[in-house]
Structure formats: C-alpha cells, structure tokens
C-alpha cells in the first residue's frame, strides 16, 4: 500500500471530489475512526459515512457519520494511503499533532 500526502491547498477540491465518488457508490461506505478525542482514545467502527468535506475558512476537516461527526481542527497534514488505485485510509495530523485514521471498510476508487 502506498500512502501520498494532499498538499494543502488542494483539501478542499480533493474532499469535495471524493465524497461525490462515495456519494455515488452503490452500498454504504462504512468507516472506522481512530483518533484522541474518540471515546477517549478508542475506536468508533462501522459508522455510514454521510459526509466527508474540508472548510479552509474554519481550517476543520468534518467526518460526517449517522452516530458521530467527528472534526478535525487545524489539521496540519492530509495522507491517503490507496491500494490498486483506491483510497483504504486517511490519516490526518491535528494542530496538536494527534494523529487522526478514517478507514474504509470497501475501498474507495
């Protein structure tokens, strides 16, 4: 698997094109979320993604799910880590260097 990082001011664009691609896909994308301020450090699993978007006024990426929306201020670093061309992962470094995971229980192409 090979992660690429987003460069920042491509956030915007590349969340708005890839929620369109999960917007469209046939069954629900689930999502696993590990991150510091999640259940105090736990694991949410199998959440439907419902929206997916980055606001560059705000500097907050939002995970929109049907039990959590889970934001992520100030983020410093956007990676995706894709296997044969779809996107597995996401990992996202806060502002305070917490790192932050949304995977992708069906790879999104």
Not at 39 to 46: L, N, S, T, V, Y
Not at 67 to 93: F, M, S, W, Y
Request: hydrophobic share 35%.
């Amino acid at each position: 698997m090979a992660e690429k990082c987003i460069v920042p001011q491509d956030w915007e664009g590349y969340f708005d094109e890839l929620y369109k691609k999960i917007k469209n896909m046939d069954e629900k994308v689930e999502i696993d979320i590990e991150a510091p301020s999640v259940f105090e450090k736990e694991e949410a699993k199998g959440l439907t993604l419902l929206g997916l978007s980055f606001d560059p006024k705000d500097k907050v990426l939002s995970v929109l799910s049907e039990n959590l929306d889970h934001l992520i201020q100030k983020p410093q670093e956007i990676c995706v880590e894709e296997q044969n061309g779809a996107i597995t992962q996401i990992r996202v470094t806060d502002g305070t260097g917490a790192e932050h995971f949304i995977k992708f229980s069906t790879p999104v192409k």
